[in-house]
Nanobody
Framework: QVQLVESGGGLVQAGGSLTLSCAASGRIFGINAMGWYRQAPGKQRELVAS???????NYADSVKGRFTISRDNAKNTVYLQMNSLKPEDTFVYYCNADVKTQSGPFYYTGAFWGQGAQVTVSS
């Protein structure tokens, strides 16, 4: 019903930049908050940044001043601009969105996840 497709991961040297994109598609009747999380093998997923439908943002302390989250509501897309990358930013990054969708005759709001994008920062 709803798919989130990420793009933009890759390998970058320390100090470099990457931009992640995540586009939502399917039966979408509205999107509330969108966000980016990251996860290391065997560890819990942690919030990196989030943005409300109105544009209010929230960041993890570890990325404040280096990462910027934005969204294009017309395209149902969220972005994460990552600057001054460090080796400790090496994770799989997942996008998340709270989407109002439809199943049969019923409308509901559910949390949907992207497939994950590997970001590797070399020292």
């Amino acid at each position: 019903q709803v798919q989130l497709v990420e793009s933009g991961g890759g390998l970058v040297q320390a100090g470099g930049s990457l931009t992640l994109s995540c586009a939502a598609s399917g039966r979408i009747f509205g999107i509330n908050a969108m966000g980016w999380y990251r996860q290391a093998p065997g560890k819990q997923r942690e919030l990196v940044a989030s943005i409300t439908s109105g544009g209010s943002t929230n960041y993890a302390d570890s990325v404040k001043g280096r990462f910027t989250i934005s969204r294009d509501n017309a395209k149902n897309t969220v972005y994460l601009q990552m600057n001054s990358l460090k080796p400790e930013d090496t994770f799989v990054y997942y996008c998340n969105a709270d989407v109002k969708t439809q199943s049969g005759p019923f409308y509901y709001t559910g949390a949907f996840w992207g497939q994950g994008a590997q970001v590797t920062v070399s020292s």
